[in-house]
């Protein structure tokens, strides 16, 4: 029931999806089981053990390929999960280019998992790619990049990093979460491997963590594949399930998200007690070219600082809101508030956080899916109290 030629929404419901063969039913069915069983030993119908396959995980799986334009994915229980089988496709003394604004828990897993095993991270400022020319070595094996990143909402340039990565022969993976497939398709601007914490907007709802991995190349599948079973960091069918419902409606999501962030944008962008604004879609942004170049739109994250606020004024402004809540985590349809140095990026060293502006009166909204009109309100009424 696939045509490469369907449009995104189309595919965002029918792709890698088919009625139950024995019964008919239009939803993909939860396998609930951890083992199946064979005719004669090594004889089976394409499944032996969950960890290894499931078809719901599988009718997923087709499903997300299909959105980003790609020929393979694998699921994963959590997006660190998906990261951590990216890495492991590294050895001892392998170097990784990645940037300095990055999403603390994989700062956090490089720095502290990996480099202690004798991976090297380099973490530099991508808002100009031609940087990453001069850490390449014989040693480095990938360049690892978020776009826009989190959560300065950077835009980097994935064009220009799979040039300079296809000259090294390096691999290029890019964390497209915020973006989500239906604003930006990394795989076709040429990353080798585009990573999703499918926990946010693929999920939508809030009620799932999962990650997932795409790839076109067969041999870079066989080989992340192996990670997977063997590492096991697997999904469960009623979460496989639940995603599959989500995206279904990922398109309708995505253009409220977007519209919303703008509004949001451009209210913060005139306010007297914002100091700056963080969201790709500003003409003022860095980089916004580019966003305009390889995104359809500009998303639903939106940073912010508070001008002249202390550490105190910004926790008193984040804890005073009836729409938004306090909250870690993005991308569902419900408006979020969060503040990174203390919660996603706590991780992350002061010094180090502050060099890529994460600094202590900035925070980041996942603007959801409400009204616009009360989120704006509610945005306004906080802002009052300071």
């Known amino acids: 029931m696939e045509n490469e030629n369907w449009k995104f929404g ?20 939860i396998f609930q089981t951890s083992t199946y ?3 004669y030993p090594g004889k089976h119908k394409g499944y032996a053990y969950a960890r290894g396959k499931n078809p719901t995980r599988d009718a997923l799986q087709r499903n997300i390929a299909a959105l980003e334009n790609g020929k393979h994915c694998l699921c994963f229980s959590s ?8 890495i492991k496709l590294l050895a001892y003394g392998d170097e990784v280019i990645t940037g300095n604004d990055l999403y603390g828990g994989t700062y956090r897993m490089f720095t502290k998992i990996f480099q202690p095993l004798g991976i090297h991270f380099h973490f530099i400022d991508l808002n100009d790619v031609s940087n990453i020319e001069k850490y390449v070595s014989s040693k480095t094996k990938l360049i690892w990049i978020e776009t826009p990143t989190n959560p300065t909402m950077q835009i980097i340039d994935i064009k220009a990093c799979s040039e300079i990565a296809k000259r090294n022969n390096l691999l290029l993976a890019v964390d497209n979460t915020f973006s989500s497939p239906y604003l930006q398709n990394p795989l076709q601007l040429g990353a ?19 990650g997932a991995l795409v790839v076109n190349d067969d041999a870079l599948y066989e080989r992340l594949a192996f990670i997977h079973n063997s590492c096991g960091a697997t999904p469960g069918p009623m979460d496989c399930f639940l ?10 999501r995505m253009e409220r998200h977007c519209f919303n962030g703008r509004k949001v944008a451009e209210f913060l962008n005139q306010h007297p007690k914002v100091e700056k604004v963080y969201w790709p879609g500003l ?14 739109d500009f ?6 600082t508070l001008k002249n606020a202390t550490l105190e004024k910004t926790f008193q402004f984040a804890s005073s809101f009836k729409v938004f809540s306090l909250a870690e985590s993005l991308g569902g349809v419900e408006s979020l508030i969060n503040h990174p140095a203390t919660m996603t990026h706590a991780s992350i060293p002061k010094e180090e956080r502050e060099k890529a502006g994460v600094t202590d009166n900035l925070l980041r909204l996942s603007v ?3 009204d616009i009109d009360d989120l704006i309100k509610d945005l306004n009424q906080a802002l009052e109290k300071i």
Request: aromatic share 2%; charged share 15%; proline share 6%.
């Open 79 to 86: 997006g660190m999960g998906a990261i951590d089988a990216v």
């Open 10 to 29: 189309t595919k965002a419901i029918h792709a890698g999806v088919e009625p139950d063969p024995s019964t008919g039913a239009i939803m993909t069915p």
């Open 192 to 210: 080798d491997i585009v990573m999703h914490s499918v926990t946010k907007y693929l999920g939508g709802h809030s009620d799932v963590v999962m």
């Open 368 to 370: 959801g899916i409400e």
């Open 299 to 304: 998303g639903g994250m939106v940073s912010f």
């Open 283 to 296: 003409p003022t942004h860095p980089n916004h070219e580019i966003a305009q170049k390889q995104m359809k």
């Open 243 to 252: 995603v599959l419902r989500g995206i279904k409606t990922l398109h309708l």
């Open 37 to 39: 069983v064979q005719e």
